[in-house]
């Protein structure tokens, strides 16, 4: 009933620049938090990134300074950019989302994840 589909990752080398984004899309009555997290190689999921619906954001230190998450309420949509990107960014990248549905109900929705690989 509600569906988050991500784009955006690739290959980039270190230093570059990459832009995801996740847009939901369902049976929408609200969207609260909406998060990227990441999972790399051999290491256990971490959120990355967190924004509220009211804009407020959080971000792990290790990409604190360098990643940017921003949201569209209107089109549902949650981004993040992605700058002077390390090989230790390198991570399949999963957008997460609470839903309040319509008819009632939380969902804690997820995307499918994306890739995103640093490297020369």
């Known amino acids: 009933q509600v569906q988050l589909l991500e784009s955006g990752g690739g290959l980039v080398q270190p230093g570059g620049s990459l832009r995801l984004s996740c847009a939901a899309s369902?049976?929408?009555?609200?969207?609260?938090?909406m998060n990227w997290y990441r999972q790399a190689p051999g290491k256990q999921r971490e959120l990355a990134a967190s924004?509220?619906?009211?804009?407020?954001?959080t971000y792990a230190d290790s990409v604190k300074g360098r990643f940017t998450i921003s949201r569209d309420n209107a089109k549902n949509t949650v981004y993040l950019q992605m700058d002077s990107l390390e090989p230790e960014d390198t991570a399949v990248y999963s957008c997460?989302?609470?839903?309040?549905?319509?008819?009632?109900?939380?969902?804690?929705?997820w995307g499918q994840g994306t890739l995103v690989t640093v490297s020369e």
């Open positions: 997460n989302a609470g839903v309040l549905v319509l008819g009632g109900g939380l969902l804690d929705a």
């Open positions: 369902g049976r929408i009555f609200a969207i609260t938090n």
């Open positions: 924004i509220t619906s009211g804009g407020t954001t």
